[in-house]
């Protein structure tokens, strides 16, 4: 770290349970960010505010107006600009350090299967089910660290999936495939602007977690937040041993 990064990361580096090491260990590590949108909004930011050394950002869309309501990390002017690309412009004016990588597609198959292997850390900020699946399977392939948030209406939910230990459950152990018909309807239905933000922001704090080794993560645990009632509800999560996903993957590995 130079000098103006000791000043730039100086409120990490005062925190005993952080310190310089974590602030490296961020500035070496790579985020996969799938999603621009009300969670990728957050999330971005506090990554690239933080340190994260390279973030790649994926998103396929196109900025809307309706989008603006919550999607922070975009601008008015940006209206009609990729999202990856807009979101990449607000990350490098935040801070110049991060190199960041805007992707403008919806990725899958071996494409998404590379930039999750190249990643240190995933955070799954999609807002369909397909996506959500296609990522986890991509992360328990490669054994990467997965942070699941999702929001809708006053909703909201966020998970994180350690995928790098043999314990760990996956998205899949949690919610079956067969079980999402309801493909696209978060596109159609209200958000409350800051649920969004809360969750989003919480699958930062995981990630950084994570990555610099701080703290007690929230592997293993699901958190649900009713913003209108302003009320937080956690579950334990437990691997499904038949679960078709990890199951398979682990006794290919054993
Ligand atoms: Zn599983």
Redesign the pocket.
């Known amino acids: 770290m130079d000098d103006t990064q000791r000043l730039r990361y100086s409120r990490h580096l005062l925190l005993n349970e952080f310190g310089e090491e974590a602030q490296e260990r961020l500035l070496a590590a790579r985020a996969l960010v799938i999603g621009a949108g009300g969670l990728g909004s957050p999330a971005l930011m506090y990554l690239a505010a933080s340190g994260f050394g390279r973030i790649a950002i994926c998103d396929g869309d196109r900025l809307d107006l309706t989008n603006l309501q919550r999607q922070i990390v975009h601008r008015h002017a940006s209206v009609g600009m990729p999202k990856a690309a807009s979101a990449a412009q607000t990350l490098r004016a935040i801070n110049p350090d991060v190199q960041v990588e805007a992707i403008e597609e919806r990725v899958e198959g071996e494409r998404l299967a590379s930039l999750v292997r190249a990643a240190d850390v995933v955070l799954d900020c999609s807002d369909n089910f397909s996506t959500r699946h296609a990522i986890n399977r991509a992360c328990v392939a490669s054994r990467r660290p997965l942070v699941s948030g999702a929001g809708v209406r006053f909703d909201g939910q966020v998970a994180v999936f350690d995928l790098r230990r043999d314990d760990a459950?996956?998205y899949?152990?949690l919610f079956a495939e067969d079980a999402a018909g309801d493909e696209d309807r978060c596109a159609t239905l209200g958000v409350f602007a800051p649920l969004v933000g809360v969750i989003g922001t919480l699958q930062a704090a995981e990630a950084i977690k994570l990555i610099a080794g701080v703290g007690e993560s929230l592997s293993g645990r699901l958190l649900l937040f009713d913003s209108l009632a302003t009320h937080w509800h956690e579950v334990r999560l437990a691997?499904?041993p038949q679960?078709r996903?990890?199951a398979r993957e682990r006794a290919a590995a054993a």
């Open positions: 459950p996956c899949h152990c691997r499904d679960c996903v990890c």
